[in-house]
């Protein structure tokens, strides 16, 4: 991914981590290693930071999409 571009298309990052591809990520945001994460709201951006494994996941599914 370039730095600077939203991930996953600006779905919700914990969302697409967890199998779900269809959640919009508009309320919040998470700039990490100059890509932007966005979620769909402050409890998924938290659990996305302390949840272990969630970028990996992520990346997994939205590959396989």
């Not at 981590?17 to 709201?41: P, R």
């Not at 998924?44 to 999409?65: D, G």
């Amino acid at each position: 991914m370039n730095s600077n571009e939203t991930a996953y298309g600006g779905h919700c990052a914990f969302a697409v981590s967890t199998g779900k591809t269809d959640v919009k990520g508009e309320k919040s945001t998470l700039t990490v290693d100059g890509t932007t994460y966005s979620f769909s709201n402050p409890i998924a951006k938290f659990l996305f930071r302390v949840l272990p494994n969630r970028i990996e996941k992520a990346n997994a599914v939205w590959e396989s999409k």
